[in-house]
């Protein structure tokens, strides 16, 4: 059976967690950028409510005091608000002004307490297990390597994305997707040590087979960073290199992690977003043709409904920040409520498998 | 409407041509490289004798004349070759050893009498409108640098792919998608160039929108080669720049053009190729669920072989190979006859359509 694009790949992990009562003392804080995204803090918040019905976590909820409580009146979530704040599930963080989605990087710098920085400062501080936002994500990750700090041995953090593949429950982490557009050799082989991690520890693959987005299967073929990154990761050997991962090979199921620089991955991503929505044209095009087709769509309507959903872009979780001190999940710019229980899942994961461990003893080895 | 990703989108081109009877006199000649491809010469010829049958073409195939004969008579093929030899629609052309799948490009140079050499040579010596080969693309291009030679004002020749978008009709054209693993600004700038006269000319298209595949829409988002390519795009006279192209809009139809670097172009492109076989096995395993969806599924079995069928690689056509001086196409390595009579098609449409003489004039323009 192959596995939907819009697949969450993180859902399994959770196994039953959704359908088990929540115990008080499995929940760990996350600590929520409130302020980031193009429509916070309205669905940020509401995300959050409805997460915290949904996983063990506890929301430290970073905003401009008075936004967020407008936003709540304005979608009628004062009442669960007040009581999650009572059943001490979620804390509101005062901040001072916020990112803009159009803000330089840089404003991180000027703007020292906004409500980002302050997300970042709890996980520092030990107050929360990960941090989330959905803001600007040149601002968050200047944010994190800011507050929280790159690992030891780590020259550029990468933001990792889960892609579906042909195999349930196997989804492939593909890194960088963003972050760093022009690399280096030495950099990519830092995101194959990542991501390695991170599969290990999040994913729960005993031995990750790590792949180099490349194109053709032989070791002398690629750009000129695609062969020098083949040579470093060939003698790798706290890796399972399993050498050139073709664009055909991607969802194949074949790789667990694949390395690539952040322009070539940032366009891949948003490339697999875009197809799901082509591909229901086709089938709202293509089924309901001639007389049989269209007994046979009627038929069909709910399970096209539940096509259409798998396929839908706001199921998707967020995506990782990798090389930063600490766990961060970087949301869709464009989320809604469901998309941030999705991110606020990933993160859960993330957070409670041991992966920062992992992580410092990665950098005890750079000594 | 939205079309489906195997969409031949150069067959709304050939208009009514199929259906009508072919005139003789509208016969054009094409060279064809019979020993190229995984399955080369059996399947090539096949699909030649069938394109004959379709398209008002006059085929010269150049192979090495034993082989030819025997995959002939392998495909019980003999008596067709021989009445399309009689109404001069095909012509054997005998070659000497051939360019293996597995030779370095500069094969083309020792084997001076390969099947690809003759085959460039025809179009070379005006005996051929246009070459088509499935075989080793390095060699290809090395033989079409050498014998053909490249345009004035073209510094690499690139690959340029068709891929389907939501205007049904509208493909966009996607180029390098493989030629050139790393790119200078100008090559980007060149590219641009040969895909408008290309999408104006032999797609049809008025005005052609020209993108620039980026992470961003904004002008400073990008790769250091994406930053300078959008200066020399926005700068330039010839061309109707429209901007960024991300990911996620390479199939909206919101561009006829989209120029990025080989190693981009063509993970994008195997990518695509394969995200066809992943949803069909998402509608495999999610449409017939339940007793309605059985029940559903089994009324739409033709429209759902229709879909597989569109989806299919096989009906893709060819590439193209532009910036030399002559109308070459390249196919699928593992191309089998419907493959060569799709990458005919594209073939007969680019010699047909007065090509030559508008990258002619542009080469004026660099004098």
Redesign the interface.
């Known amino acids: ?5 819009g697949f969450d790949p993180l859902r399994w992990l959770q196994g039953s967690t959704e359908d088990d009562e929540i115990q008080e003392a499995d929940r760990i804080w996350v600590a929520v950028d409130g302020m980031g995204g193009d429509h916070a803090p309205g669905p940020i918040l509401e995300g959050c409510l409805e997460a915290i019905d949904r996983l063990p976590l506890k929301i430290r909820f970073v905003g401009e005091t008075d936004k967020v409580l407008a936003a709540a009146d304005a979608l009628s979530l004062r009442e669960r608000l007040k009581s999650a704040q009572s059943a001490d599930h979620l804390d509101l963080v005062a901040s001072g002004p916020s990112i803009g989605m159009d803000d330089e990087a840089t404003a991180v710098r000027r703007k020292r307490d906004a409500s980002i920085n302050l997300a970042m400062d709890l996980v520092k501080k030990g107050q929360a297990m990960a941090v989330y936002s959905a803001g600007n994500s040149g601002a968050m990750m200047a944010s994190a390597i800011f507050r929280l700090g790159r690992l030891k041995g780590i020259d550029r953090p990468a933001i990792g994305a889960l892609f579906p593949t ?1 195999d349930p429950g196997q989804p492939v982490l593909v890194l960088d997707v ?1 972050a760093n ?2 690399c280096k050799p030495v950099y990519l082989h830092q995101f194959a040590l990542l991501g390695n991690i991170y599969s290990r520890d999040v994913l729960q693959v005993k031995e990750p087979r790590i792949g180099l ?3 053709g299967e032989e070791d002398c073929k ?3 960073l ?1 062969l020098k990154t083949h040579e470093l990761l060939r003698g790798e050997a706290r890796l399972h290199f399993t050498g050139n991962c ?7 199921g074949a790789f667990d992690v694949v390395v ?5 991955g ?10 799901g929505s ?10 309901p ?2 007389r ?2 269209k ?6 309507r ?3 409904r ?2 259409k959903k ?1 396929l839908d872009h706001a199921e998707h979780g967020g995506a990782l920040l990798l090389g930063v001190n600490g766990v961060a999940v970087i949301g869709h710019g464009s989320s809604k409520a469901l998309s941030v229980v999705s991110a606020l899942r990933i993160a859960h994961s993330a957070a409670s498998h041991g992966v920062m461990e992992d992580l410092a003893a990665l950098q005890s080895g750079c000594d």
């Open positions: 059976m192959l596995q939907p694009l042909k963003g557009m022009d987005l490349n194109i690629g750009n000129d695609a073709e664009g055909r090979d991607v969802l194949s690539c620089d952040g322009f070539t940032n366009v891949l991503l948003k490339f697999l977003e875009s197809v082509v591909l229901l044209g086709v089938l709202r095009a293509e089924l043709r001639g049989r087709g007994v046979g769509s009627a038929f069909l709910s399970n096209l539940r096509i798998r």
